[in-house]
């Protein structure tokens, strides 16, 4: 029936809070070219960010649960995919996949998306949005 909940659909978002450091680096360039493209976040010291993540799901409103998706399940998708790997991490020296990826935003966007669509079920995925700084945002769709 037109207009009902069957047909509607819903984008849920949840926000989580972690934090952790890096030092931007790409194996790919010489320390004289990191050096140079990095700027300050290159210093070997490395930096920290408390970053905000906003995973979003897309989905047609359940006609009987009223939901895209449970609060509950997302959440625990959030904790295996963003909390235990990386709070309180290194992202480069803790997280195997940044040994080689430069861990800019835009990298780490993509690390939640691919891992995030393989505990969740096919095509609710919608959107990855991370805020690294209160200036400095990322938004990733799996493209
Ligand atoms: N395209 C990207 N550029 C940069 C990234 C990134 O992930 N993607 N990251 C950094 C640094 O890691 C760092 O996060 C930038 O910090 P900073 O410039 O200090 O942050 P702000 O812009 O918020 O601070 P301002 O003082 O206002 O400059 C660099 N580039
Ligand atoms: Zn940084």
């Known amino acids: 029936m037109a ?3 069957a047909e509607r659909i819903g984008y849920l978002t949840r926000v989580q809070s972690f934090s952790a450091c890096h030092r931007l680096h790409s194996v790919h360039l010489s320390d004289e070219e990191n050096k140079e493209v990095y ?3 290159n210093n070997p010291n490395g930096h920290g960010h408390n970053y905000k993540v906003e995973v979003t799901v897309r989905r047609k409103i359940d ?3 009223g939901m895209v998706m449970n609060l509950t399940d997302l959440k625990r998708c959030i904790e295996d995919v963003i909390m235990t790997p990386l709070d309180h991490k290194n992202l480069d020296k803790d997280v195997p996949y940044f040994a080689d990826v430069v861990s800019t935003t835009e990298n780490l966007a993509v690390y939640i998306w691919d891992n995030m669509v393989k505990v969740m079920p096919p ?5 990855i949005k991370i805020h690294e700084t209160d200036k400095n945002i990322i938004t990733y769709r799996g493209e």
């Open 3 to 5: 207009g009902s909940s």
């Open 39 to 41: 700027g300050k976040c």
């Open 63 to 65: 006609g009987v649960t």
């Open 123 to 127: 095509n609710l995925l919608y959107e």
